[in-house]
């Protein structure tokens, strides 16, 4: 059986799939549901290291209710700039504008 070559699709560069027998939709679904699988996981690391974030700069509150209430707030539900801007403007005017400055300074769409 002779090698199959298919486009890569970020670089446009030549890939050889060598010996796997599946035709070009197969493989299209395949690359589709591996990049929707990385992402899933790119977005959890996210999460978990964002409610990280946000439990550390809590850790001098003793009020168990509070906490409570901060755990169970404290996930952003998008990725989008707006929805973290939303979020950290729940912490004040400052740590909002501090994040559009940190945003614009590396050259994010904002």
């Given at each position: 059986?002779?090698?199959?070559?298919?486009?890569?699709?970020?670089?446009?560069?030549?890939?050889n799939?060598?010996?796997?027998?599946?035709?070009?939709?197969?493989?299209?679904k395949?690359?589709?549901?591996?990049?929707?699988?990385l992402?899933i996981?790119?977005y959890a690391e996210?999460?978990?290291?964002?409610?990280?974030?946000?439990l550390?700069r809590?850790?001098e509150?003793?009020?168990?209710s509070?906490?409570?209430f901060?755990?169970?707030n404290?996930?952003?539900?998008?990725?989008?700039?707006s929805?973290?801007?939303?979020?950290i403007?729940?912490?004040?005017?400052?740590h909002?504008n501090?994040?559009?400055?940190?945003?614009?300074?590396?050259?994010?769409?904002?």
């Open positions: 059986m002779p090698e199959q070559k298919v486009s890569d699709f970020n670089s446009g560069e030549i890939t799939r060598g010996d796997i027998d599946i035709d070009e939709l197969e493989f299209e395949l690359k589709d549901m591996l990049v929707k699988s992402l996981l790119i996210f999460e978990k290291c964002f409610n990280k974030l946000v550390d809590c850790s509150i003793t009020d168990i509070i906490l409570e901060i755990k169970n404290s996930s952003i539900r998008s990725l989008k700039l929805s973290i801007r939303g979020f403007g729940q912490f004040g005017e400052k909002k501090e994040f559009k400055r940190l945003v614009g300074e590396n050259s994010l769409v904002f």
